[in-house]
C-alpha cells in the first residue's frame, strides 16, 4: 500500500493499493509522479499521483532495491541487490538503457540531480560506490562503515551522507575528492538519513533515524557531534525533511511521527497501513 499523507491537516488523502512487498520510493522533479520498487518480485510501479492509482507496472533488473529519478524525469537508476549492479531504464516503460558493476549487494541509493552522480550502499561490501549515471561509469569505491544502508545527498551536492546500520556511525563523503571525510557516531543502528540543509561548507544538520535506540538525532557533521536526540519513536526508520518539519516512519508503531525541524519536541503521530518504511516528500 502506498499511503500518500497531507501533513498541514495531518490526514490521509488517498491509499493507493500495489504489488507486495514495496520497498524504496522516489519521486519525479515535479512530483506528480512516485515510484516503487519490489525487491521480491523483480518489479517497479508507476503511481499517478493526481488520479491516485498505479498507471504500469515493469521488470526491472533481477531485484531492484534502491532508486531514483534523473532531473529530467526520464530516467531511473535502481541499485540492483542480486546482479551487484546500477541500472539506468526508461522511466515510461523499464527498458534498460544502462548498466554498471558494483559491490555486493547495493542497497540504498541517492542521486545528485545536479552533476548526475549516484552514490549506492554496496551493503555487504562496506563500501559506497559512486558513479556518473550519464556514462553509466564507476568513478569510485569508497569505504565506509558496516552494512551501510540509507543515503542523502546534501542540497549543494558537496557531501554524501551514509548510515551505517552495524557500526551505528555516519560517513560523510567529500564530492570533490571522492572520498570519506568523517564517521561520527550517530547511535544504535541508524537506518535513515535526511539532510536538513547545507550551507557551501556543508555545515547544516543531518536528520539519523536510530532504529535501536528509538529516536532522532540531529547530527552536527562539522564538529560530528549530535546535539538533539528526540526519543519515543519506536523503530524509527525513514526520515523526510517537510517544511518546517521533520516526518519520520515508525515501523513499529505504524505510524508516521511529526516532529519540528529542531527534533526537539513531537507534533502529531498519524496511523498508517503496517510497516511503514520508505517516504519521499512531494513538491
Known sequence: MLTLLD???????????????????????????????????????????????VTTTFKAGKEPFGIAVTADGASLVLSDWESDALIRVDAADGRETGRVALGKSPA?????????????????????????????????????????????????????????????????????????????????????????GAAD???????????????LALLDPTSGTVGARLRGIDYPEGVVVAGDMLAVASWGEDEVVLTDAGATRILARIKVRAGPRMMVALP
Not at 520497498?23 to 515510484?35: E, F, L, N, Q
Not at 567529500?174 to 538519513?193: F, H, I, N, S, W
Not at 561548507?201 to 529516536?215: K, L
Open 201 to 215: 561548507d556543508g555545515s547544516g544538520q543531518i536528520a539519523v533515524t536510530n532504529q535501536q535506540s528509538g529516536e
Open 108 to 196: 540504498g541509493l541517492a542521486l545528485d540531480r545536479a552533476h548526475d552522480i549516484a552514490y549506492v550502499a554496496d551493503r555487504e561490501s562496506n563500501e559506497v560506490s559512486i558513479v556518473d549515471v550519464a556514462a553509466m561509469k564507476r568513478l569510485a569505491a569508497v569505504p565506509v562503515g558496516r552494512a551501510p544502508f540509507a543515503l542523502a545527498v546534501s542540497p549543494d551536492g558537496a557531501h554524501a551522507y551514509i548510515a551505517n546500520v552495524q557500526s551505528g556511525d555516519l560517513s560523510i563523503i567529500d564530492a570533490a575528492t571522492l572520498k570519506e571525510a568523517g564517521r561520527p557516531k550517530v547511535g544504535l543502528m541508524p537506518y535513515g538519513v535526511a539532510p536538513l
Open 7 to 53: 501533513l498541514p491537516s495531518r490526514t490521509i488523502r488517498a491509499e493507493i493499493p500495489l504489488e507486495r512487498v514495496p520497498a524504496a520510493i522516489a519521486a519525479s522533479p515535479d512530483g506528480r509522479t512516485v515510484y516503487v520498487t519490489h525487491p521480491d518480485l523483480g518489479l517497479v510501479s508507476r503511481v499517478d499521483v493526481a488520479a491516485g492509482r
